[in-house]
């Protein structure tokens, strides 16, 4: 508690009142579980000079595939984390890989910094298994069922980096569009 001392009002100007107060609240934690979107994560890679900060290589090592897996990727530095990221903003519609792997890195990120992924934990769980085997320059050699299936894993990853499944998006309206954490 603080104390402070109050002057008098009025005719009685000797008289001092102390009064307590509580200290102010802690400032708000900008980690408390919630996801942030792929651009986030590109902005704040810390790598190209148009970057906010390194909020990337804190969270490193992530590997996208099975740890070990032929085709997994470690990704160890934030240039080979926002080369990735990129890609997603860049892939064409011919290869749906690309776009799964940067929404799986952001999902890993977002992890990574506390977001609770329970929710989407059995999606990289096979996004992973998928991709210990298979990447992104394997698309010609894909069934279509393994399209299918690999748009639905990343139709879901975005949707836990967007906040709008798991716990929510940390973002601001004024920032990215809509808040969705409350």
């Known amino acids: 508690m603080h104390h402070f001392l109050l002057p008098a009002r ?3 100007t000797d008289n001092q009142q102390e009064v307590q107060v509580p200290p102010p609240p802690p400032p708000p934690d900008t980690n408390h579980g919630c996801t942030m979107p792929i651009r986030y994560w590109i902005r704040n890679s810390g790598y190209a000079q148009w970057t906010q900060s390194d909020e990337i290589t804190p969270l490193l090592p992530i590997w996208l595939g099975a740890p070990g897996g032929e085709k997994s990727l470690e990704i160890v530095e934030n240039c080979q984390a926002l080369r990735i990221l990129i890609v997603k903003m860049t892939s064409q519609k011919a290869n749906p890989c690309g776009k799964l792997v940067a929404q799986l890195l952001a ?3 977002n ?3 506390d ?3 329970s929710e989407i934990a059995p999606i990289i769980d096979e996004a992973d298994a998928f991709l210990a085997v298979n990447d992104w320059n394997d698309r010609k050699y894909l069934t279509r069922s393994s399209w299918k299936q690999i748009l639905i894993w990343t ?6 980096n967007k906040g709008r499944i798991g716990p929510g ?3 601001f309206e004024s920032e990215y569009g809509k ?4």
């Open 10 to 12: 009025g005719k009685d």
């Open 107 to 109: 999902a890993k990120l």
């Open 111 to 113: 992890i990574a910094r």
């Open 115 to 117: 977001a609770d992924g």
């Open 155 to 160: 139709y879901k990853l975005h949707q836990f």
């Open 169 to 171: 998006s940390c973002m």
């Open 179 to 182: 808040r969705s954490r409350k």
